[in-house]
């Protein structure tokens, strides 16, 4: 007779070896692709989708800039706008996302995929993380256009507050919900503990990691990050994937650094082969001078100016390109270059926070550094002085009310403006390189401050160092160009195929399939 018992027992156990192998099979990594969502033949934007049969990774999170140049200015910058509000995949379905570094073309949407239901986790290093912190809080969560939100306020408050959490949202009497863009709300009128507990919630995301040591983030995807030299804590991201049992490579370049810096020593990290590399290329078509490689020009012109009785203007990026004009300033002094260095003045208050996390890693501060003053008008009188240095935002086109003191500082013979680094051709600063009036607002302003431009800041490859770092790689498949402008790309394509190594430029969604 069957014995029933065995007989259930052993439909069981078939039962259970059929569930295992069946989840096995589907646990193995089978189908990879991925798609370009920003910085496609253009400079910002930056992220890549990685779609798997088994989880979905973003690279990167980027807002864009304005960049066509084929429509008027301010349509671009609206179109821009609307652009940075809106995600191309439903985030609530990823499941991680890798930073290479903390500007905001690479991670700036990052608070608007944890609005819109992102809750994986946030891989990135350590210096990456403690940036992004305040790049959130004190940028992109303050001011930023995040869409149409909803907000509690209360009827006698021009507080808006946007966390469930919020200890002043619960003590509102009889709250109202009103549905407006944070971009466009008074100053200020963003309930300041919401912010922090956004914040808090996006930072709760982060998993740290440290250079060359391989993680395995799921089944048969592992990653694995090399120092990159672009700002403090950037990185290059190897992606190695188990397919079917075959490993292949693929290698997202982030933004790799000239070598030109000061603060970071040493030239970018790289593995020694890929299959497939993601190469920005913001200066791709850019052969750097030799006067470029030093900064002995930039130490001859302060020394000048200041002797001169001149004020100096420097507009610059609140991360990193600050922190090197400051460190620049110093070394410059201390070296007996710059004889009497006049009082530096930082404006951005996001600046300030960055220089107090910088002092755990550099020695960059001049001696004559004064962070007491901000872009508020009732400070504007005290910066007259002369000679004097102000650094401030690279980006001040509409800032209305910062807008008296760059008229001031253009219309005045005895100042000088110095350019570190890229600005958008057809704005203030852009327009600024070779024209001698600027449209300021509504008024066209004669230039008349001395203009100085310094390459030697740049915290990217040229075209040869493209060359130089891709030659340093045994590439098996395809170099993939991005991030850069399309006629930089196909200069450089050209050079990169002379090689003899494949090179695609692809465009906006095009997608790379991996077997």
């Known amino acids: 007779m069957l014995d029933i018992k065995k007989l259930y027992r052993a439909s069981i156990l078939i039962l259970c070896i059929t569930i295992f192998t069946t989840n096995c099979i589907y646990l193995q990594l089978t189908e990879v692709n991925v798609q370009l969502l920003g910085a496609a033949r253009q400079v910002s934007g930056s992220s890549y989708y990685i779609d798997t049969n088994i989880n979905d990774v973003l690279i990167d ?169 672009h700002i403090p804590g950037s990185a290059s991201i190897l992606v190695t994937l188990d397919i079917n049992g075959d490993n292949k490579t693929i290698y997202f370049s982030g933004d790799v650094g000239s070598g030109i810096n000061s603060l970071l020593k040493g030239s970018p990290q790289s593995p020694q082969e890929v299959d497939y590399i993601f190469m920005e290329s913001t200066y791709g078509n850019y052969a750097r001078k030799d006067k470029d490689k030093s900064f002995v020009q930039f130490y001859n012109q302060v020394k000048q100016d200041v002797e001169n009785n001149r004020r100096i203007w420097i507009p610059a990026f609140t991360v990193d390109r600050t922190q090197r004009v400051l460190n620049q300033l110093r070394i410059g002094h201390e070296a007996g270059r710059i004889d009497d260095l006049p009082e530096v003045f930082v404006l951005s208050t996001t600046a300030k926070i960055i220089n107090t996390l910088y002092d755990q890693y550099f020695d960059f501060r001049p001696a004559t550094l004064n962070e007491s003053f901000s872009m508020s008008p009732k400070y504007f009188d005290k910066l007259e002085l002369k000679p004097s240095i102000t650094i401030t935002p690279s980006y001040f086109d509409d800032l209305n009310f910062f807008h008296p003191f760059v008229e001031e500082v253009i219309t005045d013979k005895k100042s000088s403006i110095y350019l570190v680094g890229y600005q958008d051709p057809r704005s203030i600063g852009g327009t600024l390189k070779d024209k001698n009036r600027i449209e300021l607002g509504d008024k066209s302003i004669k230039v008349n401050a001395k203009i100085r431009k310094y390459s030697s800041f740049s915290g990217h490859l040229d075209g040869q160092g493209i060359i130089d770092y891709l030659s340093d790689m045994k590439i098996n498949e395809s170099v993939v160009l991005t991030h850069g402008d399309f006629d930089g790309m196909m200069e450089l394509k050209k050079i990169i195929e002379e090689l003899d190594i494949s090179c695609i430029t692809p465009d906006y969604k095009w997608k790379l399939y991996v077997k």
Not at 78 to 95: C, F, G, H, M, R
Not at 106 to 111: E, Q, S
Not at 159 to 186: D, F, G, M, Q
Request: glycine share 4%; net charge positive; aromatic share 10%.
């Open 61 to 229: 999170c980027g807002i864009f800039y304005p960049e066509d140049q084929s429509i008027d200015y301010d349509l671009d910058k609206s179109n821009t706008d609307e652009k940075n509000t809106k995600l191309d995949i439903d985030v609530a379905t990823i499941d991680a996302i890798i930073l290479t570094h903390a500007h905001l073309d690479h991670l700036g949407k990052v608070p608007l995929a944890y609005k819109k239901g992102f809750r994986g986790k946030i891989y990135s290093t350590n210096q990456t993380f403690k940036i992004a912190e305040i790049m959130f809080e004190n940028m992109i969560l303050k001011s930023s256009n995040l869409g149409k939100e909803k907000f509690i306020k209360s009827a006698n408050s021009d507080k808006h507050h946007s966390h469930p959490n919020c200890k002043w949202k619960n003590k509102i009497k009889e709250p109202r919900t009103v549905t407006a863009n944070r971009k466009v709300l008074p100053y200020n009128s963003i309930c300041k503990t919401c912010i922090g507990l956004e914040t808090q919630d996006i930072m709760d995301m982060f998993v740290v990691l440290d250079y060359n040591k391989p993680k395995e983030i799921f089944d048969g995807f592992t990653i694995e990050l090399f120092n990159a030299k």
